[in-house]
């Protein structure tokens, strides 16, 4: 069955200037990759939606507040207390202002989320990509890390409400660790969040002691790597903990999400992934896919160099689906398991920390 790739034209208006590492020429460079590799492969179909996310839609997630204040910002109108809302990495570093068009890209984005939700849920493919999907940073009433309106928490939730479901698996695999969407599911157990990044940077928060409360105690598994980790370790990762977790909580839907940042050649962050390590996720989260009738809704957006990006992008797209295709990767710098013992330590910890909730993390 296919895989449904949601994509806008307005993404070209999610960008916040020259000068800034994300800038929205990354989508058309990913789709000409696309159309290159892929063609008319029919495994994929292409839809493209230019309709943006209601008010009530955002408010899933975010406050009215926060969405007025963007809103206006994004006309062109002064906002004496901006950075009340967002971060300075959130405007454009030449002119300082909240770029123009930007908002209504971030709903349009927002809103391709949820229809990649929906084509699963309603049977018109197993699996759904949304391009430009993944803004994980953004927090109720406030937006930084280059995200703006969270399509993470608001599609989760959105599928909550909608279809009722009550067991959503959220694989966080971008290299920063997912803060807002990690706030949203902390106490709740209708979420299971799982979070790989690098310790120590952007956003600083996803220790290994944070593992939910209340109702959602064990519900939230951060795990923060070692600068340098690699493919081995990813691949371990998901035998030791991500594979018998999921196979615990018997997910109703995958929702796994991040882009490039975690290639070397991507440069924002130092770990240490190849092209490899990313088919391995791709592949894995296939796997994971079969616990819920195959069913996975993707969503990619986070790499900073262009050529590299476009090539992880499609990586993640193709192995989740099955489909071969080749793509040359310069040799990298790093050996693929110089931090493996770390990483054994890490999953015995994260094992230790979770054995309370869950069977499968006392083997
Ligand atoms: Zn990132």
Known sequence: MKTIIVYSDELRNYDFGPGHPFRSNRFASFLELYREKIGDNKVFELVKNNEPARDEELELWHSKD????????????TIPNLYRFISQDNVNPITGEFPEGIEKATRIIVKNSMLALDFVQKGKSEKAVNIGGGLHHAKPDYGEGFCIYNDVVITARYAMKKYNLERILILDTDAHAGNGTCEAFYSDPNVLFIDLHQRGIYPGTGFINEI???KGKGFTVNL????????????????????????????????????????????ITELGLSLEGFKMIGEKVREISKLCQNKSVDLICSGYKQDILSKVWLSLITSLSGV??????????????????????????????????????KK
Do not use: C
Request: proline share 8%.
């Open 66 to 77: 926060y969405i007025q204040t963007i809103k206006t910002a994004s006309a062109g109108i």
């Open 212 to 214: 939910g409360e209340g």
């Open 224 to 267: 923060p790597l070692s600068a340098r980790t690699s493919n081995e370790s990813y691949e371990l990762i998901f035998d030791e903990i991500i594979l018998p977790l999921a196979e615990e909580y018997k997910p109703e839907i995958v929702i796994r999400y991040g882009g490039s940042d975690p290639h070397p050649d991507d440069e």
């Open 324 to 361: 071969e295709v080749k793509l040359e990767e310069p040799p990298l710098k790093v050996k693929s398991d110089e931090m493996l013992t770390e990483t054994k330590n890490l999953i015995k910890k994260v094992k230790e920390n979770l054995q309370p909730y869950w069977k499968s993390m």
